[in-house]
C-alpha cells in the first residue's frame, strides 16, 4: 500500500463511519427491528468498507514500521562505522609497520624473434 494514501484512506473511513452511523440512526427512526438493521445491504457494505479500509491502514502501518527499522539499523551502522574508522585513526605505528612490503615482479626476458 501507499504510505501517501494513508490520510486519504483515514478520511475515507471517517466518512464510511458517519453514512454508517446516519444509516443506523435512520433506520431505528423508522422503528425497524433490529436484526433487520443488521441484515440492510447497504450497512453491511459500509462495514465490509470500513473493514477494508483497517486493512489498508494496518498495511500501511507495517511498511512505516519497517521503515523507521531499517532507518534505525542504517544509522546505527553508520555509527559503527564511524567508531570503526575512528578505532583505526588510534592504532599505533607498530601496527601499520609489520604489513609485510610489497613482492618485487620478476624481470620479463625479452621476445626472441
Known sequence: MNLKAKPHLE???KTT???LAARIAMLKEKGVDPQKVVKDAYIRKLRADIR???VRLSSIADLEKLN???IQEKQEKAEAKKQAREA???KP???KAAK???KEKKEKKPKKG
Do not use: L, M, V
Request: proline share 5%; glycine share 4%; no cysteine.
Open 68 to 70: 523507521d527499522r531499517k
Open 88 to 90: 583505526g585513526k588510534a
Open 17 to 19: 463511519q458517519e453514512k
Open 11 to 13: 478520511e475515507q473511513k
Open 52 to 54: 477494508k479500509s483497517d
Open 93 to 95: 605505528a607498530k601496527e
Open 100 to 102: 609485510p612490503a610489497k
